[in-house]
Antibody, heavy 118, light 110 residues
Framework: EVQLVESGGGLVQPGRSLKLSCAASGFTFSNYGMAWVRQAPTKGLEWVATISYDGSSTYYRDSVKGRFTISRDNAKSTLYLQMDSLRSEDTATYYC???????????WGQGVMVTVSS | DIVLTQSPVLAVSLGQRATISCRASQSVSISSINLMHWYQQKPGQQPKLLIYRASNLASGIPARFSGSGSGTDFTLTIDPVQADDIAAYYCQQSRESPPTFGAGTKLELK
């Protein structure tokens, strides 16, 4: 059974940093790209970033480029999202998700809440 | 970015058919491949994949869910609607980067 378990969320002040983790199990993590998708309170879903299976390629939405870094440790089957210079508009539940080759997300974690506020 | 437009709310009676639409600002199809997908999300839960490539049922999803469409217009149908189907439904395109989602349609009981 595929499991994606996020951790590392919390309350952080604007301008500060936070690092999210996603522990994966139930599939061969090193064979697949991974992604982060977020959802602001009472809002819709928004793709954040994607990383290739080996970490050699990364992709970001424009609003987080230069501030967020997606990475992975295949030996630990863990995905990361380093978030720097956080803004109030980054407040959201962040989901770790498994993207298929045609771009849909077939597995999702339970999500972790990030609140950016002074 | 490709914008996906959904109606915010759809009210339906149990046992009836629900038709949820999603319109894209440009075609999300390549040849015969329709890169539109559908998710269900219940309050406090993560999204769940229902339909991929417009009309393919994801694993474990009941046959009362179906999808159709091509180009810019797509539909998710639930027939018949059951109480467990009350949730928000999102469409998502993967034709172009960035992948984008519709704002969601909240299915409510009439």
């Amino acid at each position: 059974e595929v499991q994606l378990v996020e951790s590392g969320g919390g309350l952080v002040q604007p301008g500060r940093s936070l690092k999210l983790s996603c522990a994966a199990s139930g599939f061969t993590f090193s064979n697949y790209g991974m992604a982060w998708v977020r959802q602001a309170p009472t809002k819709g879903l928004e793709w954040v970033a994607t990383i290739s299976y080996d970490g050699s390629s990364t992709y970001y939405r424009d609003s987080v480029k230069g501030r967020f870094t997606i990475s992975r440790d295949n030996a630990k089957s863990t995905l990361y999202l380093q978030m720097d210079s956080l803004r109030s508009e980054d407040t959201a539940t962040y989901y770790c998700a498994h993207p298929r080759e045609l771009g849909y997300f077939d597995y999702w974690g339970q999500g972790v809440m990030v609140t950016v506020s002074s | 970015d490709i914008v996906l437009t959904q109606s915010p709310v759809l009210a339906v009676s149990l046992g009836q058919r629900a038709t949820i639409s999603c319109r894209a600002s440009q075609s999300v199809s390549i040849s015969s491949i329709n890169l539109m997908h559908w998710y269900q999300q219940k309050p406090g839960q993560q999204p769940k994949l229902l339909i991929y490539r417009a009309s393919n049922l994801a694993s474990g999803i009941p046959a009362r869910f179906s999808g159709s469409g091509s180009g810019t217009d797509f539909t998710l149908t639930i027939d018949p609607v059951q109480a467990d189907d009350i949730a928000a439904y999102y469409c998502q395109q993967s034709r172009e980067s960035p992948p984008t989602f519709g704002a969601g349609t909240k299915l409510e009981l009439k």
